[in-house]
């Protein structure tokens, strides 16, 4: 069956949040779907929908993300959105993504994936080892501040929150000695004058699904999922299906700081993964490979055997 594909006229709506990073995100979806379909820019349009995780109050406020809530702060009023019928797809980061979504939606859909590491940005200093004694460094990811803490517990740790700009805004008005982006949203926003030095995955592993970009639709919206598979990133999906089933096993939430990251060589995926305790005291990590058709048994293994080594109260922190 021929799908009735968008037009200006009945455009196809993408559900976003408002942050420069976030549409730019959109807008490469919008592109790509563009290029697949041969349609103008103008048979899509992006909708812009403010999330629990944009309040400006508790972003200048600098309130720890457990404080709020969890993975839905970025997601909840865009799914709404779409369950309701006010948008098509939703285009997000994919590492803000639960790993499950509200019955009715899916998430299989992922484009080409960018850097998948970390940023140090400093104005004065160009790696984690050159800060001084005791520096102070803002950020409000509980996986970075373990990390940190576990190579250098003399740093002082501070909450950093806001999207990009407000961050390095921050850092440029003293708050703290360095901080801490993705690569990829550096990339996507093309900030070749910001102050960056890439982290090799060794010596900090990134956050799971870091630098990929996932489109939500519909389960029963046939024409989207038509239309989305086309765009869809395949190696991409291999990784993040390994990577996003490390976190289900972990019970991943935003009060669990946990790292993980699936390459591709060839037909073989090799997946690392790390849990820490939020206080960067203890620190636990597994490194295996295998086919990469076997990527999510390999996971949802690795996670048992990494919770069975972190043992009882490890995880006390969640309750």
């Known amino acids: 069956m021929k799908i009735a594909l968008p037009s200006p006229a009945s455009p196809l709506k993408i559900g976003t949040r408002g942050s420069p990073l976030a549409l730019a995100q959109a807008y490469e979806t919008r592109r790509r779907l563009g290029a697949a379909f ?4 103008d048979a899509f349009e992006i909708v812009v929908i403010s999330t629990t995780g944009d309040n400006r109050a508790m972003i200048e406020a600098d309130r720890p993300l457990k404080e709020i809530g969890n993975k839905g702060l970025f997601t909840k009023e865009i799914e709404e959105a779409m369950l309701r019928g006010d948008i098509d797809i939703a285009v997000h980061s994919t590492k803000d993504m ?67 700009q407000t961050r390095l805004r921050k850092l440029s008005e003293g708050v703290a000695e360095c901080t801490f982006l993705a690569m990829a949203g550096i990339r996507r926003l093309n900030m070749a004058e910001v102050p960056a030095t890439a982290i090799s995955p060794d010596d900090m592993l990134p956050a799971i699904a870091q630098g990929a970009i996932g489109i939500e639709r519909r389960l029963d919206d046939t024409r989207a999922a038509e239309m989305l598979a086309a765009i869809h990133h395949g190696e991409t999906g291999q990784r993040l299906a390994a990577e996003r089933a490390l976190l289900a096993g972990l019970d991943g939430s935003c009060e669990t700081p ?38 999510p048994a390999l996971a949802t293994q690795m996670a048992r055997d990494l919770l069975a080594q972190a043992g009882p109260g490890f995880f006390d922190w969640r309750g």
Do not use: C, M, W
């Open 38 to 41: 041969d349609l103008p820019e």
């Open 98 to 164: 639960p790993v499950e979504q509200p019955a009715g939606l899916v998430l299989d859909t992922f484009l080409p994936r960018e850097d998948v590491r970390d940023a140090f940005i400093s104005p004065s200093h160009s790696a984690i080892r050159d800060l001084p004694q005791g520096a102070v460094v803002g950020t409000s990811s509980l996986r970075r501040k373990a990390q940190l803490l576990n190579r250098r517990p003399d740093l002082k740790v501070v909450e950093f929150r806001g999207n990009v």
């Open 258 to 295: 946990i790292a993980g990251l699936a390459e591709l060589d060839g037909t073989t995926l090799r997946l690392r993964g790390e849990v820490l305790r939020p206080d960067g005291s203890e620190a636990i990590a597994l490194d295996r490979s295998g086919d990469v058709a076997d990527g």
